[in-house]
């Protein structure tokens, strides 16, 4: 079935230390978005990024469409940059409209 | 920037009572959607709405759920019934001209059913 898969699940790091969060997806799609929640559980866009690479800051997304997954490095970390990360897909076969959502990698930075 | 606004951002209700969940939505987005997200779970789906109308729906909205944009700015989730299952923290989004681009959430709706 239609699939998002994030990988690791959980990830502690000390402060300063890079990561690198990985989404792969299961099919073909033209829309992939990720997210950081935040301790107040809103949703914060960091990317949009169906294809190619993008940089924002200490933070960078690459997407390789064709095989099908997406990676966001976090660079310099700080104890700001914790909590959920989400990958999310909009799937181009004619699937649902919405995004789909993969599990989150819950990133803990520790100073 | 304009963003994305939802009220309240927290309601209680008991079990069997109706919701309404309100959104609004950035003014020039064209495509609206609610998500829900129980407590420690991913984001999921629930439905997508364009030209007034539902284009798509996921299993989990079923005849308790309704949506409406009552008025071009507004946009409303109504639970009919409310059960313990329906506490979740309720999500509403945005996008431009199509449906494939960058979705903008709200903060969200976090509802707790007792």
């Known amino acids: 079935g239609i699939q998002v898969e994030q990988s690791p699940p959980d990830l502690i790091l000390q402060e300063g230390a890079n990561s690198t969060l990985r989404c792969n997806f299961s099919?073909?799609?033209?829309?992939l978005q990720w997210f950081h929640q935040n301790p107040w559980g809103q949703l914060i866009n960091l990317f949009y990024?169906?294809?190619g690479t993008k940089q924002n800051g200490r933070l960078s997304a690459t997407t390789v469409a064709t095989e099908r997954y997406s990676l966001l490095y976090i660079s310099s970390s700080q104890t700001t940059d914790s909590g959920v990360y989400f990958c999310?897909?909009?799937?181009?076969?004619?699937?649902?409209?919405?995004?789909?959502f993969g599990k989150g990698t819950h990133l803990i930075i520790q100073p | 920037e304009p963003e994305v606004t939802q009220t309240p951002s927290h309601q209680v209700t008991q079990m069997g009572q109706e919701v309404i969940l309100r959104c609004v939505p950035i003014?020039?987005?064209?495509?609206f959607y609610w998500y829900r997200q129980i407590l420690g779970q991913k984001v999921e789906f629930l439905v997508s709405?364009?030209?007034?109308?539902?284009?798509?729906k996921s299993e989990i909205f079923d005849d308790q759920f309704s949506v409406e944009r009552p008025d071009g700015s507004n946009f409303t989730l109504k639970i009919r019934s409310t059960k313990l299952e329906d506490s979740a923290m309720y999500f509403c989004?945005?996008?431009?001209?199509?449906?494939?681009?960058?979705?903008?959430f709200g903060p969200g709706t976090r509802l707790t059913v007792l």
């Open positions: 999310a897909v909009r799937f181009s076969g004619g699937g649902a409209d919405g995004l789909t």
């Open positions: 003014s020039n987005h064209l495509y």
């Open positions: 099919d073909s799609v033209n829309n």
């Open positions: 990024i169906p294809s």
């Open positions: 709405f364009y030209n007034n109308e539902i284009s798509e």
């Open positions: 989004a945005g996008a431009g001209l199509a449906a494939y681009n960058e979705q903008f």
